[in-house]
C-alpha cells in the first residue's frame, strides 16, 4: 500500500454511545450503571480515522463545533500540528475536563488516520518496543458480593492475568473492615503467585491508608492506586513512603504540567496515564517523557484497546488496565478485538489501530 500522507482532512464527526453496566457499581468515591463512550472520525485520502474517550455527550459537540474546523484542511501527517491547534482553541473554554476529553478523542483518531494512510499499523508508526502489551484485571467494585468477586478473579485467572486489582475504600473510607475482608478474600482466591493490586479512588486520608495497608501486610499488596485524592500530592508521598506497596495515580492527568507536578513531587513509583484524557497519543508519548526523565515506568488507565499501540511504543511501559467497563464496552461495540494471550495484549497487525465500529451492533446504544 502506498503512502497518501500529503492528503489533507476532509471531516470530522463525532457519536456518542451510551452502553448500561451488566450490574450496580461503584468505587471507594463514585457509583454509576451506565457508561458513554464518545467516537471521533477523520476522513482524508479515502481513509477514515477512528478514535474515542469516556466522557458526557457534550463532549460531540466540542468535537464538531470546537476543534473540527481547526484542523479540516490540515495535512493529516501533521498530528501535532492539530494537537497545538487544539490547544489554543479551547484556552478560553479550559483545557482540561471536557475539552481535554475532546481533543484526547481528536488526536487518537488523527493518529490511526495517519498510519492507515501510510499504510502502516498503529504501533509500527509510533515505533514498537514489544508486540504484546501485559495487563492486569481491573473491577472488582465495591458493590460487587463475596461470590460476584470471586467469578471475577476467577476470569482473569482464566485469562492469564497476573495482577488482579480491586476498588476499596468503601463509602469514603468508612468500612474499612469489609476493605480488609475483601483484600483477603483476593489473596485466598488467587493464590500466591498472583499480584494483588488496590485502588481507593481518593478514599481514605493518608494516614488512614497507611494503617489499612498495615493491616494487610501478611497479603503482600503489590500497587496502591490512588490511596488518597490525586491532587494531595503531600499525602500521596506520605503514603508512598510508608508502606512497601508501588503508589500509583495520575489517571486523572489532563495536561503535561499535572504530570509534572505528579513525578516532581516524587508522589508515585509509577505514572498513570490515560489516552483518553491526557491529549491522546500526542499526550501520552509527551507524558511517558516527563516519567522517564523522573526514573518512572508507566501504566496505562483504562481504555485497553485504544491504550495498546501507544503502549507498545513506551520504553518505559509497565502495564495495561484490563479494565471490566471498558472492555466489555469495546468488545460489544468494535468489530473483531482480541482476547489476551496469557495475560498480554497483543497488538493489531491491521492498519491504523485496528479499531472498526460495529455499526449494527453500536446504533442500538446511540444518544447522540
Known amino acids: 500500500m502506498t503512502s497518501r500522507l500529503d492528503a489533507a482532512v476532509e471531516d470530522v464527526s463525532a457519536a456518542a454511545y451510551t452502553v448500561p453496566t451488566d450490574a450496580p457499581e461503584a468505587d471507594g468515591t463514585w457509583h454509576w450503571d451506565r457508561t458513554t463512550l464518545v467516537v471521533v472520525r477523520v476522513r482524508a485520502g479515502g481513509e477514515v480515522g477512528l478514535g474515542y474517550t469516556y466522557g458526557p455527550v457534550a463532549v460531540c459537540g466540542l468535537v464538531t463545533d470546537v476543534l473540527a474546523p481547526q484542523v479540516v484542511g490540515l495535512d493529516a501527517a501533521d498530528v501535532p500540528a492539530a494537537a497545538i491547534r487544539a490547544a489554543a482553541c479551547v484556552r478560553n473554554i479550559g483545557r482540561d475536563g471536557a475539552a481535554a476529553l475532546a481533543a484526547s478523542a481528536l488526536d487518537t483518531a488523527l493518529w490511526d488516520l495517519k498510519a492507515r494512510l501510510a499504510g502502516l499499523p498503529l504501533h509500527r508508526l509510533l515505533g514498537r518496543v514489544r508486540e504484546q502489551v501485559p495487563v492486569y484485571g481491573s473491577g472488582g467494585f465495591t458493590t460487587y458480593d463475596d461470590q ?132 491522546g497519543i500526542t499526550g501520552w508519548l509527551r507524558a511517558a517523557t516527563i516519567a522517564d526523565a523522573h526514573g518512572l515506568e508507566v501504566s496505562a488507565h483504562c481504555a485497553p484497546y485504544l491504550a495498546v499501540a501507544p503502549a507498545a511504543a513506551t520504553p518505559n511501559m509497565r502495564h495495561l488496565e484490563w479494565f471490566h467497563d471498558h472492555v466489555r464496552i469495546e468488545q460489544q461495540l468494535f468489530c473483531e478485538l482480541p482476547g489476551l494471550e496469557a495475560g498480554d495484549l497483543p497488538v493489531p497487525d491491521g492498519p491504523g489501530n485496528g479499531l472498526r465500529l460495529d455499526e449494527g451492533r453500536a446504533e442500538r446504544f446511540r444518544v447522540a
Not at 475483601?182 to 488467587?190: E, N, S
Not at 489517571?251 to 516524587?266: H, I, N, P
Open 148 to 279: 460476584q468477586l470471586t467469578d471475577q478473579l476467577h476470569g482473569w485467572l482464566d485469562e492469564g492475568c497476573r495482577w488482579v486489582k480491586i476498588k476499596i475504600a468503601e463509602d469514603a473510607g468508612a468500612r474499612v473492615e469489609r476493605d480488609v475482608q475483601r483484600i483477603r478474600q483476593v489473596r485466598d482466591v488467587v493464590g500466591d503467585d498472583v499480584g494483588v493490586f488496590v485502588d481507593a479512588n481518593g478514599g481514605y486520608t493518608a494516614k488512614q491508608a497507611v494503617r489499612v495497608l498495615a493491616k494487610v501486610a501478611d497479603v503482600g499488596v503489590a500497587w496502591f492506586e490512588e490511596p488518597v485524592s490525586s491532587d494531595d500530592l503531600p499525602g500521596l508521598r506520605l503514603v508512598r513512603e510508608s508502606v512497601p506497596a508501588d503508589v500509583a495515580a495520575g489517571e486523572y492527568g489532563y495536561d503535561l504540567q499535572y504530570f509534572e507536578r505528579m513525578c516532581a513531587a516524587a508522589a508515585v513509583d509509577c505514572l498513570q496515564v490515560d489516552v483518553t484524557r491526557c491529549g
